[in-house]
C-alpha cells in the first residue's frame, strides 16, 4: 500500500498545483497497482499514528530548512530514508539512509531498511533525543 501524507498550512490547501501535485501521484500509484491511501492536512496525532505504521518515512527533498521532519520520525522509531540536500545528511547523520536525488539510488531503499530495520530505529531514536 502507498500511502501520501500532505501537510498543508494557511491558505495553500487549495493551491492548484498541489492539487494536480497529489492526483498525480495517485493516479501513478494505481497505475502500478497499489492501494492508495491520501491524508491531506491531518490532525498531528493522526499523521504520528501514520508515521509509527510505515516502513519508513521517505524524504526526497531538494531543500528542507532545518529537517524536522526527519526528525519527528526518527522520535516516532520509524526509519528514514532521505535525500543528501541541505541541511538533511548533517541532521540524519548515521541513523537514516542518506540518498542522492538519483532515481537508481532510491530503487533498492526499501530492501535496504528491511535489512537494518532495528538498527535505523534504535540509531533514530539515539539521533532524535539530541534535538528535543
Not at 510505515?54 to 530514508?81: Q, R
Not at 538519483?102 to 530505529?121: I, K, N, Q
Request: charged share 20%; proline share 4%; net charge negative.
Amino acid at each position: 500500500m502507498a500511502l501520501i501524507v500532505q501537510k498543508y498550512g494557511g491558505t495553500s490547501v487549495g493551491d492548484t498545483d498541489r492539487i494536480k501535485n497529489v492526483a498525480l501521484r495517485v493516479a501513478k500509484c494505481r497505475a502500478a497497482g497499489d492501494q492508495v491511501g491520501v491524508v491531506v492536512s491531518a490532525m498531528t496525532g493522526v499523521t504520528d499514528g501514520l508515521i509509527k505504521m510505515a516502513t519508513a518515512m521517505v524524504f526526497p527533498s531538494e531543500y528542507e530548512g532545518f529537517g524536522a521532519p526527519v526528525v519527528e520520525a526518527m522520535a516516532l522509531g520509524t526509519p528514514v530514508i532521505c535525500s543528501d540536500r541541505a541541511c538533511l545528511p548533517e541532521v540524519a547523520d548515521d541513523a537514516a539512509l542518506v540518498l542522492p536525488l538519483e532515481l537508481d539510488a532510491w530503487a533498492t531503499a526499501l530492501e535496504v531498511v528491511a535489512s537494518r530495520r532495528d538498527d535505523m530505529v534504535q540509531s533514530g531514536l539515539a539521533r532524535a533525543k539530541r534535538f528535543t
